[in-house]
């Protein structure tokens, strides 16, 4: 299993803006290492190529999969889904009262438990939201994540994580040593593939952008560009809601953070829409 690592890696940081340096290549062999075996590969640099000629094939999803980190929990940082329910919805909820619409984007939904989340805390305001129309777009660059986030099937100790014991009574069954969430709350969400470096604009206008925990793994050149683009995405009283360990402030002029809501951002007037990170 040897051969050149570099290549793998430059093929990582120009098509989905992974940035792994020589001190990660040993995990990154560790977690390709399989990969090489059932494509029968002499060797990395092999792998390297055949990744190059053809960037959307199975292959490269297989090595994406195998690199893409899935670490995630329902109700990931308690306070930052306290200031979604006491803050940003309520207020949002009072603005939109006229045209009855509310558009939710998880970017980077790993395998949905942040979508599925923000789902059953909506559901909190149901009688306030009769009538409208609700979306919940989730995304990631992953498709083995996503077809985990679509059964909405998880283990014991992953709806330990984080996850109320009435939300989990109330929302999912038990289906052998799984829960599974019910069709209800599965049909609330709308998973789909998609790269953080593409074009935003023909996903549309959102109220509320969800990037957590994400922006961490690129690049201080790439974050910029993700969230400038972010911008022109987000209703101008929308909000943008970053981890607990990020922030546009010294990345970008688009947005401006709140001491007394820290995970919410919010728009500073309009922005010219960019081209998608290269």
Known sequence: MSGDLDVVARFLATHCGFEIG?????QLQSRLAPILETAKLNDFTELGYRLEADRNGVLAHQ???AVANNETYFFRDRAAYAQLREIALPRLIEARREIKSLRIWCAACSTGQEPYSIAMLLDEFSRQLTGWRIEILATDISQRAL?????GAYSQFEVQR?????HLMRYFRQEGESWRLNEYMRSAVTFRPFNLLDDFGGLGVFDIVVCRNVLIYFDVRRKTNILDRFAPQLAMDGYLMLGVAESPVGLSGAFATNPEHMALCQRLGDRPRLAAAV
Request: hydrophobic share 45%; aromatic share 6%; no cysteine.
């Open 147 to 151: 077809e985990i986030a679509r059964e």
């Open 63 to 65: 090595v994406i999969d």
């Open 162 to 166: 984080g996850l109320p014991i009435a």
């Open 22 to 26: 020589a001190d990660k290549h040993y």
